[in-house]
């Protein structure tokens, strides 16, 4: 029988504790006999959850060094920037055992504290995208997708998708008619389309500012629908194109050109949440010039379709 060891720590959200609970702790005999034994370990008699939900464990720390698989569910912030010395240390052993080693939203952090994912692609949650990255330059983080799967290494973007990635795991056990079953009997989808890209809130950078590089932005933001090039906001900032460029890869990184897809991309969305107008027209009030155009422009940054991203957002 696969063993699935759950590493505990205090303060952990339930939703991304529960649900490893609701795929691997259930006995299928009519799917799959054996199926999974979940185990509940850690250092302490008991933790308590976020919600103030007292767990106990099934055993100590030495459960996860005999387990195929261990999962490291979210953990609280003070966890995820000071994780338990020990659980980081017993971890690293069971991946240089041989064990499967899985995390859902912010566990990251402790495979990357154990040196697990050096050099590996892995995700997290989008809100901690800026400071996994800082924190382990090693990484190959990738943060648009819901779950990466690196060899026997697996991480989940933020608490959805530990639905999505606890059913790849029964997909790669039990195969796709299994991992189909129990999404139907938890009402889920078996797989969902995109990343954690579209549900990524729009965000729009100020550009105002007594610099030059500022105002040109703000100019820009107020002008997005209009053919603006390089040289546009450079000579609206009174400075030579290259110029221009060196300061704005200062004071906002990137490229100009980066940034007015960016913006652009996020007018759409907007505009897609907002409004019923066509797709076609949204391109042109952006930008695009073409539903084409924004169609492809808003895939690579939103990991959706528009129309995907509308049909989300504004029907429930």
Wanted: neutral net charge; aromatic residues 6%.
């Amino acid at each position: 029988m696969h063993t699935v060891a759950l590493a505990l720590t205090d303060g952990m959200p339930v939703f991304e504790f529960a649900v490893p609970c609701e795929v691997f702790g259930i006995d299928r005999p009519d799917l799959a006999d054996p199926w999974y034994r979940l185990r509940f370990c850690g250092e302490r008699p008991s933790y308590r959850t976020a919600a103030g939900l007292t767990v106990t464990p099934d055993g100590d720390l030495d459960l996860l060094e005999r387990a195929d698989t261990v999962l490291v569910p979210a953990m609280d912030r003070a966890h995820q920037l000071n994780p338990p010395p020990r659980l980081v240390a017993a971890v690293r052993r069971a991946h240089e055992r041989g064990a499967r080693i899985v995390s859902i939203c912010a566990g990251s952090y402790l495979l990357a504290e154990a040196g697990i994912l050096e050099g590996r692609r892995a995700t997290t949650h989008w809100m901690g995208a800026a400071d996994f990255s800082a924190r382990y330059p090693g990484v190959r983080f990738t943060p648009e997708v819901l779950y990466v799967s690196d060899g026997d290494v697996h991480t989940s973007a933020g608490t959805g998708a530990a639905v999505d990635l606890c059913l790849h795991l029964v997909r790669l056990d039990h195969g796709v008619a299994v991992a189909n079953e129990v999404a139907r009997r938890m009402v889920v989808p078996p797989h969902r389309d995109g990343g954690q890209r579209q549900f990524v809130p729009p965000s729009r950078l100020t550009g105002t500012g007594d610099d030059p590089v500022g105002q040109a932005l703000g100019w820009a933001l107020d002008n997005l629908g209009k053919p603006l090039t390089v040289a546009d906001l450079a000579a609206r900032a009174h400075l030579a194109p290259r110029t221009f460029a060196r300061h704005f890869r200062e004071r906002v990184g990137g490229t100009p050109l980066q940034w007015l897809i960016q913006q652009r991309v996020r007018l759409a969305q907007e505009l897609l949440e907002t409004t019923d107008e066509p797709i076609e027209s949204i391109a042109r009030t952006t930008g695009f010039g073409s539903s084409a155009g924004l169609r492809e422009h808003f895939r690579k940054i939103a990991t959706i379709s528009p129309s995907g991203y509308r049909h989300l957002y504004r029907h429930p």
